[in-house]
C-alpha cells in the first residue's frame, strides 16, 4: 500500500464497491444507528476512480461547498443530501454531480498529511430540515484532548461485515498525541488522534470523509486507521485549514 512511513501501516477507509465481501465495507464499529435526519450536513458521496466505484463520507459548510478527504478524489463524484437509508431514497434527497474538486495543494498520499478537499457542487443545495450546513472552528481553535466527540457515516461496523445502509454514529474521545505514536508520520498539529484504545468504537471502511463533530462543531475530517484496525484513528485537523478553506469559498 506504498511507503513504511505511511501506507504501510495504515488502512483508508475509502470503500471501494468491487472488493469481494471479506474485503469489506459498512458502518462505524461499535455505533448505533441515527435518528433519520438527525446530522443533515452530511453528504454520501459516489465516486468513480478509473474502473472502481465506491463511497466516502463528507459533510456541507455552504449552500455550494462539501468537505471530505483528499483520498476520496475520483474521476467523477456524485453528492447525496438528505439521506439516511441509501436504499430507501426520499423525497429529502437531492444528488448532485460534483462541478469541481479542491484537493489541498500540500496532501501527501503516503503520509496522508494535508488529507482535506472541497468539493463544489453546480447548483445551490436547498436548505430545509434534513439538508443543512455545519459549522467551521475558528484558525485559532486547538482542540484538547479527552473531549470526546461524534464521528457519522455509512461504513462498516465490524471488519468482515457487509455495508451499511443507513447512518450510524459512534462516541469518541480525543487522545493526546502520543496514543498516535505509532502513526509514524503524525502530525498533532494537523490530525487529531481519536479514539480510546481500551474502548469500542472506530470509524471504519467507508467513513472516510466524515465529520469529527464536537460541540456543534465540525473539528475534524475522517481519514485513516491502523491496518490493525484498532482505536486510535486520525482525523485531518480543520482548523490549521480554515484560511485555505475560507479562500476558495471567497474566489469560487
Given at each position: 500500500?506504498?511507503?513504511?512511513?505511511?501506507?504501510?501501516?495504515?488502512?483508508?477507509?475509502?470503500?471501494?464497491?468491487?472488493?469481494?465481501p471479506e474485503a469489506g465495507a459498512g458502518e462505524i464499529i461499535g455505533g448505533i444507528e441515527s435518528k433519520p435526519h438527525s446530522h443533515p450536513y452530511m453528504a454520501y458521496l459516489e465516486?468513480?476512480?478509473?474502473?472502481?466505484?465506491?463511497?466516502?463520507?463528507?459533510?456541507?459548510?455552504s449552500e455550494e461547498f462539501v468537505v471530505?478527504?483528499?483520498?476520496?478524489?475520483?474521476?467523477?463524484i456524485t453528492v447525496t443530501l438528505g439521506a439516511h437509508d441509501m436504499k430507501q431514497e426520499e423525497p429529502t434527497w437531492q444528488k448532485l454531480e460534483v462541478k469541481k474538486q479542491f484537493v489541498h495543494?500540500?496532501?501527501?498520499?503516503?503520509?496522508?498529511?494535508?488529507?482535506?478537499?472541497?468539493?463544489?457542487?453546480?447548483?445551490?443545495a436547498k436548505l430545509n430540515h434534513a439538508v443543512r450546513t455545519i459549522p467551521l472552528p475558528t484558525r485559532s481553535t486547538f482542540i484538547q484532548p479527552e473531549n470526546v466527540c461524534q464521528a457519522t457515516g455509512w461504513g462498516r461496523t465490524g471488519v468482515n461485515k457487509p455495508a451499511s445502509d443507513t447512518l450510524r454514529e459512534a462516541k469518541l474521545k480525543l487522545m493526546n498525541a502520543k496514543t498516535c505514536r505509532h502513526f509514524l508520520s503524525y502530525n498533532n498539529n494537523l490530525q487529531i488522534c481519536v479514539g480510546?484504545?481500551?474502548?469500542?468504537?472506530?470509524?471504519?471502511?467507508?467513513?472516510?470523509g466524515g465529520?469529527?463533530?464536537?460541540?456543534?462543531?465540525?473539528?475534524?475530517?475522517?481519514s485513516y486507521v491502523h491496518i490493525s484496525t484498532r482505536p486510535p484513528a486520525v482525523f485531518t485537523r480543520i482548523s490549521a485549514y480554515v484560511s485555505w478553506i475560507n479562500e476558495i469559498l471567497e474566489s469560487e
Amino acid at each position: 500500500m506504498g511507503s513504511i512511513t505511511g501506507k504501510m501501516q495504515v488502512l483508508l477507509l475509502w470503500l471501494v464497491f468491487l472488493l469481494p465481501p471479506e474485503a469489506g465495507a459498512g458502518e462505524i464499529i461499535g455505533g448505533i444507528e441515527s435518528k433519520p435526519h438527525s446530522h443533515p450536513y452530511m453528504a454520501y458521496l459516489e465516486i468513480t476512480k478509473q474502473d472502481n466505484v465506491g463511497n466516502c463520507g463528507g459533510f456541507l459548510i455552504s449552500e455550494e461547498f462539501v468537505v471530505t478527504a483528499a483520498h476520496c478524489q475520483g474521476r467523477n463524484i456524485t453528492v447525496t443530501l438528505g439521506a439516511h437509508d441509501m436504499k430507501q431514497e426520499e423525497p429529502t434527497w437531492q444528488k448532485l454531480e460534483v462541478k469541481k474538486q479542491f484537493v489541498h495543494p500540500e496532501y501527501n498520499g503516503d503520509t496522508y498529511l494535508n488529507d482535506i478537499m472541497l468539493l463544489k457542487v453546480p447548483t445551490k443545495a436547498k436548505l430545509n430540515h434534513a439538508v443543512r450546513t455545519i459549522p467551521l472552528p475558528t484558525r485559532s481553535t486547538f482542540i484538547q484532548p479527552e473531549n470526546v466527540c461524534q464521528a457519522t457515516g455509512w461504513g462498516r461496523t465490524g471488519v468482515n461485515k457487509p455495508a451499511s445502509d443507513t447512518l450510524r454514529e459512534a462516541k469518541l474521545k480525543l487522545m493526546n498525541a502520543k496514543t498516535c505514536r505509532h502513526f509514524l508520520s503524525y502530525n498533532n498539529n494537523l490530525q487529531i488522534c481519536v479514539g480510546d484504545p481500551r474502548e469500542k468504537g472506530l470509524p471504519y471502511k467507508g467513513d472516510s470523509g466524515g465529520p469529527l463533530l464536537c460541540t456543534g462543531v465540525a473539528q475534524g475530517v475522517m481519514s485513516y486507521v491502523h491496518i490493525s484496525t484498532r482505536p486510535p484513528a486520525v482525523f485531518t485537523r480543520i482548523s490549521a485549514y480554515v484560511s485555505w478553506i475560507n479562500e476558495i469559498l471567497e474566489s469560487e
